[in-house]
């Protein structure tokens, strides 16, 4: 599938070949000049697989002198290298479809239609394609890639090339849908968009994905309701939940100064002047412990309780939000509510 470097030598005798025919719209003498000469580097480009170089010079030079098929089959090689298979597809078919505009020409031009011909039939079960389903007004903008799909070919089968593709809906009041999708060599897949109004300016909707055959479709994802309700609602939630830690805190802190009160009532019974027995030495470790943790319990508890009550009082109104309600009794503390 190599484009011989004689092929680019002989467009200038080809040149002068059709010359009989030639129209004031011909290539001048310098176009074919220079034609030859991108033809040349776009070669060896090409045999560098600097394909984006090569399809570059190559496009440049068949702008220049269209009657040479050897300069497009050397862009359409570029632009397969690259994975551009449908753009190198339609190129190859118009040098065929154009071969008759070669007749009496160099052998070069003939033996770049029937390159083109081979190579066509060779990448075209490379091509896969894509059914693309919108759940949504036809108004809507579906872009793949850099390209746009009209609404007339949705839910028809498109052709593809092998690779990682980006396909995206978007439309004035909806959320954009979006989804990635890999696509492998021949592979027929079916990919789904589906717009939702956007009521609160929300984030992208990721479209699910349909059978895959040989391709791998991205992940799909509930749209969800979102914006200001559910975040009152989590914020109220997460006041309800400190506030509530801060009355258990309070609750261990009362709890544990009653048994500190109490160790304290029977040293002072078995003490004196700060002195005590040996035999006591438990009641005395039990007695700074509790009040340890009663100042810790104190302490911690009116903190977390007034961040509660911070998050509770500034978070915004949400009538279905979930709540949890703290509650202290004799003996024991706790939290209750509904989810």
């Known amino acids: 599938m190599r484009l011989s470097r004689a092929c680019a030598a002989l467009i200038l005798a080809g040149s002068l ?23 040349e580097q776009g070669q060896v480009a090409l045999d560098a697989k600097k394909f984006a170089e090569a399809e570059r010079l190559f496009s440049a030079a068949a702008a220049l002198y269209p009657v040479a098929p050897t300069l497009p089959l050397g862009a359409a090689r570029a632009m397969a290298g690259q994975g551009k298979l449908i753009q190198a597809r339609e190129t190859y078919n118009k040098i065929v479809r154009d071969s008759d505009k070669v007749q009496g020409g160099p052998a070069a031009f003939k033996a770049a239609v029937e390159s083109a011909r081979t190579e066509s039939e060779i990448i075209a079960p490379k091509i896969g394609s894509v059914t693309v389903v919108v759940e949504g007004p036809k108004e809507a903008k579906v872009a793949l890639d850099d390209g746009q799909i009209p609404a007339a070919a949705w839910g028809l089968p498109r052709p593809i090339d092998p690779g990682t593709h980006r396909l995206i809906a978007t439309l004035a009041g909806y959320k954009p849908a979006e989804i990635t999708f890999t696509v492998l ?30 391709g791998q479709a991205g992940g799909n994802a509930d749209p969800g309701s979102g914006g200001s309700g559910a975040s009152g609602s989590s914020r109220k939630t997460a006041g309800y939940v400190v506030g509530g830690i801060g009355v258990v805190g309070i609750g261990i802190g009362a709890l544990t100064g009653l048994v500190a009160i109490s160790d304290k009532n029977k040293l002072e019974k078995s003490c004196t002047n700060g002195k005590c027995p040996s035999t006591q030495q438990s009641a005395v470790n039990s007695y700074n412990t509790m009040g340890t943790l009663s100042t810790l319990g104190f302490v911690v508890g009116g903190l977390a309780l007034a961040g509660g009550i911070v998050l509770i009082v500034t978070a915004p109104k949400d009538p279905k939000a979930a709540f949890v309600s703290p509650y202290l009794a004799p003996g024991e503390a706790g939290l209750t509510g509904r989810f």
Request: hydrophobic fraction near 35%; glycine fraction near 18%.
């Open 17 to 39: 070949t059709i010359g009989s025919t030639a129209s004031a719209a011909d290539p001048t003498p310098e176009d074919v000049s220079q034609a030859r000469s991108l033809g």
């Open 185 to 214: 060599d021949g592979a027929k897949v079916d990919q789904k968009l589906v717009l939702v109004k956007d009521d609160a300016g929300g984030a992208v909707v990721v479209g699910g994905a349909g059978n895959g055959g040989n």
